[in-house]
């Protein structure tokens, strides 16, 4: 089996375009009042920021982001976050899906919203468009693929990763040959007997990086490289879907390819997948490192002060920028911009989405007037478990838990999803509730 190696890659040519997904149900109620890009992560960015950022350290500046689902904040933050200079050529914009006299049909999925768009990055000059996914967290250089995918002669190459048989169920699993190329592809295969034909190959393991002794199943990433009169071929049809339509069936007319990717990745496609993966940020070796500053992730400068720590105890956190903590425990937990927690609090496993705002002083009064708590954690409260989404008002004396209840509830004041408490964006939770 050859050995891949870097080589000199021109990514002017290359034209990036990121999926922004469907109505995201199974991340609600954080996609209630946003697209799934737009989700808040790690306590000060969004999810979009990951693949935006991975493009930018690839030296890719040409990107647009396909959505059409609650975009409004996310248009906020692309405009806010990333502006290029008008002498680089670089662009970071949002295709929102619109209605028009000859198609007045949304996005079907996500070949249907690349044809869509044609008409838009066929104004640009490039030779291969590549696809990407707006709800995973990892980081790569995207130029391993380019440079692999040139060197093999591909039509198409799709973004690899090694997974154990419980992931495999639900991602796209293909086999290869000893070049790497793509010799059957499988979309999410639930049938025992079938996922037992797509165990990977032992002999495959030492070239694509593996050293485990456990059965793996090579999944795709959604991450697509087209070569651009392929993609065109391949788009000139009514089909709707890479992974369930495009795919498969350029397995068996074009030179498709693999590139194997062996770091983290972590698909955010369920509330119990993003709990897990922004308290793994907390850790002392998180599988996903944000101060790795060879390729940073960038995000919306917000020039806010540094948070101010009164007292607080705080043991595996990260406090982002303009906070302030008053005397309580904060366990295992993410503390989003502008959060204000007051003194008396114990916070485990919980993360806070954070504030858009700080709060005025007529407008705590006011809520006051009504009983109701100001912006923020109320004095001792207790919350473990829990998801708080933006500008939530907590009471004073509150208790917040999944325990003893069932996995997924629909309650007027909060919601329970994979047996985590999730407070939705603008909520409130009067004083003394107990959850």
């Not at 709800?135 to 973004?159: F, N, V």
């Not at 002794?213 to 009169?229: P, Q, V």
Request: glycine share 8%.
């Amino acid at each position: 089996m050859p050995q891949k190696t870097r080589m000199s890659v021109n990514s002017s040519n290359v034209l990036s375009v990121i999926m922004g997904g469907g109505q995201g149900t199974r991340l609600f109620p954080l996609t209630r009042d946003r697209s799934k890009p737009a989700v808040p992560l790690g306590g000060k960015y969004r999810l979009v920021d990951i693949p935006i950022s991975n493009c930018i350290n690839s030296g890719l500046k040409r990107v647009y982001l396909l959505t059409q689902f609650n975009s409004a904040s996310l248009h906020r933050h692309i405009s806010q976050s990333y502006k290029f200079d008008q002498f680089s050529g670089g662009f970071v914009e949002i295709l929102a899906a619109e209605q028009t006299f000859s198609d007045t049909s949304w996005y079907q999925g996500t070949a249907d919203a690349v044809r869509k768009n044609l008409v838009h990055f066929l104004n640009h000059d490039f030779d291969y468009l590549l696809i990407l996914s707006g709800d995973q967290l990892y980081r790569m250089d995207y130029r391993k693929i380019i440079a692999e995918h040139t060197e093999s002669g591909a039509d198409l190459s799709i973004a690899t990763i090694p997974v154990e048989r419980d992931v495999a169920q639900s991602l796209g699993i293909m086999q290869i040959d000893t070049n790497y190329k793509i010799t059957r592809f499988v979309e999410k295969p639930k049938d025992p007997a079938v996922l037992e034909t797509l165990k990977m190959d032992r002999s495959l393991y030492e070239a694509c990086g593996i050293t485990e002794d456990k059965e793996f199943y090579l999944a795709s990433m959604g991450i697509y490289l087209f070569n651009r009169e392929v993609l065109l071929r391949l788009l000139d049809n009514s089909h709707t879907d890479f992974g369930k339509h495009i795919i498969p069936g350029a397995i068996s007319t074009h030179e498709v390819y693999a590139s194997v990717f062996r770091g983290y990745w972590e698909d955010i496609g369920t509330i119990r997948s993003y709990f897990e993966a922004n308290l793994d940020l907390v850790s002392e070796l998180p599988r996903f490192n944000f101060f790795d500053m060879s390729a940073p992730i960038f995000t919306r400068p917000r020039f806010l002060p540094a948070s101010k720590i009164n007292g607080a105890e705080i043991n595996h956190a990260t406090v982002s920028d303009g906070c302030i903590l008053n005397r309580c425990k904060i366990n295992h937990t993410i503390v989003g911009v502008r959060s204000t927690i007051s003194e008396g609090c114990d916070l485990n496993r919980t993360i806070l989405l954070g504030c858009d705002y700080y709060e005025s002083e007529s407008s705590i009064k006011q809520y006051e007037t009504r009983g109701l708590p100001r912006i923020g954690i109320g004095r001792n409260t207790h919350i473990e478990n829990a998801i708080v989404d933006k500008n939530a008002r907590i009471g004073n004396n509150c208790f917040i838990s999944p325990v003893g209840k069932p996995e997924n509830v629909d309650h007027p004041l909060y919601y329970i999803r994979d047996g985590i408490v999730i407070i939705p964006k603008n909520g409130i939770i009067p004083h003394g509730t107990t959850i």
